[in-house]
């Protein structure tokens, strides 16, 4: 090669980056851009305003000046406030030390897998299940294995199953519940089973939580059974949480990851070199949300719930369609092999013809094929003008 190819010659990237894919999410999402009066129920963000108090208290911070640097792991308040809450919500006792703010639940789960697996370690993961599990474990030098999730077990755990695919590489197994895309959640027994097989074969649990609060079936202001409260099972737990979902604070990238001593500040290190911090204003922000009026977190569940009859009765009434209730989250997941067409298949030709954004269920693994993923984080009205649009098609 002569100096002048060699000059011309583009960087190159690397392996690891182009590993990585572009999730059907994505794909849908870059399409719906270019469509005129798209009706957005492809991505997984509140319709919600962030509440006023919320900004209002990042509004402060601008004005005081607190725009400055924090600690890698997080400003110690919102530490303090974040162990307040999981003990008081979770019933789990953490240390500040124990607790690391991220950019978002994606972000503290890249810094979960950078810290706790090696390169060529197993990571076992829900199918169906959040396209960015994988990423992250791939991009910590990992390998995740897929474990099935059966909707004819309405998506419980099936520990015999599940301990057959561990092998000697098999560092942690991951869990999400409620479970993005089915609405699903682990049942007690379910949490004890996987306890026991984190236990009997010394697996660390990545407990991604973030849905934790959209409950519809259950007392107001509770949130799902967190594994890390299960006997022994704190230190063998992290945690994974976000302040996206529940406060409608997507765009303020702010989360955390709570864990034993030792990988807390592992994953502060790794903070620290990748990002310095997560801006001190979000932190702020944030705290507010911890600590303040919990009203609209209760109001938003409310209308959630009153969208999700609304969504799945019409998705029943839709030939091809059928659509269980989901129990969390804010996703409906309706078996669509009635229609003949495959999860892609259907979701272009919705979003093509009718101007809906869905996402297939191929999106979320093998298990998810036949299945198109609708959120109704979106208003009433909206939803209605979309399943009318759907139906006109089928």
Known sequence: MTITEQRTKPAKPSVRSQSLGVS?????????????????LEIGEPDFQTPENIKEA???????????????AGMIELRKAIADKLQSENKIH???????????????????????????????????????????ISIAGGVPIEY????????????????????????????NSPNNPTGSIFTERDLYAIAELSLERGLTVISDEVYEKFLYDHAPGEVSPCIGSLP????RTIVVNSFSK???????????????????????????????????????????ALTGPQNSVKEMISVYKERRSVIVKRLNEINGFECPLPKGAFYAFPNITGTGLSSFDLAMKILETGHVATVPGSSFGSEGEGYVRLSYSNSTQNIEVAMDRISKLF
Do not use: H
């Not at 022994?232 to 230190?235: L, N, P, T």
């Not at 990238?253 to 801006?279: E, F, H, I, Q, W």
């Open 24 to 40: 059907g999410i994505r794909k849908i999402f870059e399409r719906a851009q270019s469509i005129r009066d798209v009706i957005r």
């Open 58 to 72: 990042a509004r402060q911070a601008i004005t005081s000046g607190r725009t400055k640097y924090t600690p890698g």
């Open 94 to 136: 953490y240390e500040p030390i124990e607790i690391v703010v991220a950019a978002g639940a994606t972000s503290a789960l890249n810094l979960s897998m950078l810290a706790a697996i090696d390169p060529g370690e197993e990571v076992l993961i829900p199918n169906p299940g959040w396209a960015t599990y994988a990423y992250a």
């Open 148 to 175: 099935k999730l059966d909707r004819r077990r309405d998506y419980a755990f099936d520990k015999d199953y599940v301990n057959s695919l561990v092998t000697n590489k098999t560092r942690a197994i991951l869990i």
């Open 232 to 235: 022994d099972m704190k230190e």
């Open 246 to 288: 529940t406060y409608a604070m997507t765009g303020w990238r702010v989360g955390y990851v709570a864990s034993s001593a030792p990988l807390a500040d592992a994953m502060a290190k790794v903070n620290t070199a990748a990002n310095s911090c997560v801006s001190q204003i979000s932190q702020i922000a944030a705290l507010e």
